[in-house]
């Protein structure tokens, strides 16, 4: 069984950071490409950030570019998505989704139920 299960959420302060965290079981996550996104209300979901398990590259929505950082423990089959200098505008449900390929192309095929972050003062 195939499973995703997103924590860290919560809220804070605008200029704070979380730690979100993506743990993975029925399988390896070091096989896959691994991406974060969110959602607001009344938008669309968007990619926010992914890892590339063919040579370890990471990408970043502009948005976020700077003050995200995504990163995989092999040991510990889960992967992170550190938000720092977080925004108002970062307020979402955050999502993380695994491809079967290590390319970051996708398509993302299993995904976690997501995490809240909300960022207010």
């Known amino acids: ?3 995703l299960v997103e924590s860290g959420g919560g809220l804070v302060q605008p200029g704070g950071s979380l730690r979100l965290s993506c743990a993975a079981s029925g399988f390896t996550l070091d096989y896959y490409a691994i991406g974060w996104f969110r959602q607001a209300p009344g938008k669309e979901r968007e990619g ?3 890892f590339s398990s063919s040579d370890g590259s990471t990408y970043y929505a502009d948005s976020v570019k700077g003050r995200f950082t995504i990163s ?4 510990k089959n889960t992967v992170y998505l550190q938000m720092n200098t977080l925004k108002p505008e970062d307020t979402a449900v955050y ?3 695994v491809n079967k390929d ?9 995904w976690g139920q997501g995490t809240q972050v909300t960022v207010s003062s």
């Open 95 to 97: 999502y993380c989704a």
């Open 72 to 75: 995989r423990d092999n040991a």
């Open 102 to 110: 290590v390319y970051c192309s996708g398509p993302f095929h299993s």
């Open 1 to 3: 069984q195939v499973q």
């Open 48 to 50: 926010v950030s992914c």
